[in-house]
């Protein structure tokens, strides 16, 4: 049975692999007691012995050397905080032994806290609106390859943006991104992996980190054109088209207008009947789930509300 929460490990001492140990044995033949400079047989030689290379003399000593492995010895060495909650070693300042070094490393580790990403129906429209990592997102993405804008000098620019993007209050936020985002099920294939799960899925699941990389190289070669991606905020149309007028209501992203319901356009794709900005009004559409979706991904690594 495997314990819940790892409090000491065993190891190999340090001497096991970083000492080397010899076995030595000594010969001798005959009463040797003295020597000869030369030793041109490569042995121990007295002077009156006429020594061969086959240690044929009659006064010789020699000795066989042997490489072996230092004995085996293991070491064990404590997991748990202090009452302090200090780790073992963890203000040393001296160099420490291999495992007192990994039993640190491994005791801060278990105190180390993951960060829970909120859940997708914790965020807000206005929230975005007052967060500055998300706006610089969107200074960089909501330009239609423009340019980016610059977080301190457009800061009013980057806010109709946003709010023509995603206003114009939470309630519509909410109906449109929030909760499409949290149904839909998003597709992707990289290499051989084929995923398909919620943003809330993706955000909380093992295949977070391969999302992210994949929204953020789609919204990078995305710029400048359309993105081939279906937009969730296209079924507005849909959502409000043939609607009566007292249900077409502006909360729900609708105007009456012209005798019939339509979805209420923004700024960003009004026209003076001269100059076609349906193209560029819907790059912006589409790519606003995707940022969405690479910001919500993104909370999972970091801080950002």
């Not at 009659?58 to 200090?86: C, Q, R």
């Not at 330009?143 to 946003?162: S, W, Y």
Request: hydrophobic letters at 30%; charged letters at 25%.
């Amino acid at each position: 049975m495997m314990p819940d929460k790892l409090d000491e490990i065993c190891l190999l001492t340090a001497a096991y692999t970083t000492t080397t140990a010899i076995k030595a044995s000594a010969y001798s033949k005959g009463t040797p007691d003295g020597t000869v400079v030369s030793y041109t047989f490569c042995n121990c030689q007295s002077g009156g012995g006429s020594a061969s290379d086959k240690l044929g003399a009659n006064h010789a000593l020699g000795i066989h050397v042997t490489k072996v492995g230092a004995t085996t010895a293991t070491e064990k060495t404590s997991l748990k905080p202090n009452p302090d909650n200090k780790c073992p070693d963890e203000d040393s300042t001296t160099e420490l032994t291999p495992i007192k070094d990994l039993a640190r490393a491994i005791c801060l580790a278990q105190k180390a806290k993951l960060t829970t990403p909120r859940p997708l129906s914790g965020v807000g429209y206005t929230e975005l609106q007052n967060n500055d990592e998300f706006k610089a997102i969107a200074s960089i993405f909501l330009r239609n390859g423009e340019g980016q804008l610059d977080p301190e000098k457009d800061k009013q620019q980057i806010n109709e943006l946003i709010k023509e993007t995603y206003g114009p209050n939470d309630e519509h936020f909410r109906k449109s991104y929030v909760e499409a985002l949290d149904n839909k099920k998003w597709e992707f294939k990289i290499i051989k992996n084929k995923i398909e799960v919620s943003v809330s899925e993706l955000a909380n699941g093992k295949n977070a980190a391969l999302a992210l990389a994949y929204y953020a190289s789609k919204i990078k070669t995305g710029c400048g054109k359309q993105s081939a991606h279906t937009p969730i905020v296209s079924n507005e149309v849909e959502k409000c088209k043939g609607k009566p007028q007292r249900e077409c209501k502006e909360e729900d992203g609708c105007e009456f207008k012209n005798g019939e319901c339509k979805a209420k356009v923004t700024k960003a794709a009004e026209t003076d009947g001269k100059t076609n900005t349906t193209g560029s009004n819907s790059f912006v559409i589409k790519k606003a789930p995707l940022l969405l979706a690479f910001l919500l991904l993104y909370l999972k690594y970091s801080k950002i509300f």
